[in-house]
């Protein structure tokens, strides 16, 4: 026996409206418009009930296009698994929700071509405004948004040549403020870990930051003013490409079993320094603490300290030191500055860069 085929109901058009109602669809038109005073009462209530009838539901796209506007922003992601990107987009979508707009999500996983794909995409559906978290894109795949006549708000990253809005953590602020709690916490030997950081302007700032903490404050390390001052190195830990993590894995691996080595020789030798390592981000972080748990088991933190940009759920549980970012508020901001030059605002650009905060842990304590 056949199965019959499914089959869905045709949905009802305005011209089914205005032949229920007995009119025509210029009536309709406005009576969806908000134009009810040009209608009779007895009109009105014909329309209502035809549209209950048929359940008709309008095309707001279609609407919106015919006005020029259709209160759609796109938003471009880099990393959709990041959990920063996650706890940014529920500020995004408060805020389009209050100032309704309707968020469309691309999700570039990490694909410079994906992005130029999606970029050009978000144009032909005529968004209003863009918001983008880019990896990769360059200032000319950015052309017809931003300057192009489609406004757009840069999340977290800049991209050179692109004069934009920028909502953000203060990377500066925030590697500083690590660096320092690492300095105060006693430890001697720091290596700052993180994704290559040549085209991304966040991992550059913190790189950057962190270098010139250690330069500045790395002098003052420990109690004992008589210690050789602090070190500071940065690691790259490329998570695309496993051989070079495997490489930088076994560099740190090396480190650590030295410096281990040396803290359980006779007690003429010389103290050893007390590592720690300052991750750029969670995704890093997350690497680090299941490689370490991996080699060294629960224990794994007696022999290294990890600090993270980012606060993701399982550092709390693992006891991590982290910089909180106000994802939340930085979505949320991003929509607010896309929505006023949707509106027209004729401002100079405008950089909104937040504190991050310290969160303390078993990690990092003495």
């Not at 690492?182 to 790189?207: K, M, N, T, Y």
């Not at 500071?232 to 496993?242: K, Q, R």
């Not at 320094?273 to 680090?288: D, G, M, S, Y």
């Amino acid at each position: 026996m056949s199965t019959p085929p499914i089959t869905t109901p045709r949905r009802a058009t305005i011209t089914d409206v205005a032949r229920e109602a007995g009119t025509g669809k210029t009536s309709i038109s406005r009576y969806l418009n908000g134009e009810t005073s040009v209608l009779s009462p007895e009109l009105r209530a014909r329309i209502e009930a035809a549209i209950a009838r048929l359940d008709y539901q309008p095309n707001q796209m279609a609407r919106g296009l015919k006005r020029g506007r259709n209160r759609l922003i796109g938003m471009l992601v880099a990393d959709l698994t990041n959990p920063y990107t996650v706890e940014v987009l529920q500020g995004v979508e408060a805020a389009c929700h209050a100032l309704g707009l309707m968020p469309l999500i691309c999700h570039a996983a990490n694909e410079v071509e994906m992005e130029r794909r999606y970029l050009q995409l978000l144009t032909t559906y005529r968004v209003e405004g863009v918001i983008v978290n880019a990896l990769g894109v360059r200032e000319e795949t950015l052309r017809p948004v931003g300057g192009g006549g489609i406004p757009a708000v840069l999340v977290d990253r800049s991209v050179q040549g692109l004069a934009a809005d920028i909502v953000g953590l203060d990377n500066h602020g925030a590697a500083e403020l690590a660096t320092r709690h690492l300095l105060d916490s006693g430890f001697d030997d720091i290596w700052f870990v993180v994704q290559p950081f040549e085209a991304v302007s966040s991992r550059q700032q913190r790189e950057t930051a962190f270098r010139e903490a250690m330069r500045v404050h790395g002098g003052q390390a420990g109690e004992d003013k008589a210690k050789d001052a602090a070190r500071g190195h940065t690691l790259v830990l490329d998570l695309a490409d496993d051989v070079e993590v495997e490489r930088a894995l076994a560099e740190l691996d090396r480190v650590i079993d030295a410096n281990h080595a040396d803290a359980t020789t006779a007690t003429t030798a010389p103290a050893a320094r007390r590592v720690a390592l300052f991750a750029a981000n969670a995704p890093v972080a997350l690497r680090l603490a299941l490689h370490f748990k991996a080699r060294h088991g629960a224990g794994w933190q007696s022999r290294v300290a990890l600090l993270s940009i980012d606060d993701p759920d399982w550092a709390e549980l693992t006891g991590i030191t982290t910089i909180r970012q106000p994802t939340y508020e930085i979505g949320y901001r991003a929509v607010e500055f896309l929505h006023e030059r949707i509106e027209g605002t004729q401002t100079a650009v405008r950089d909104c860069l937040l504190p991050g905060e310290l969160i303390v842990r078993a990690s990092t304590s003495r």
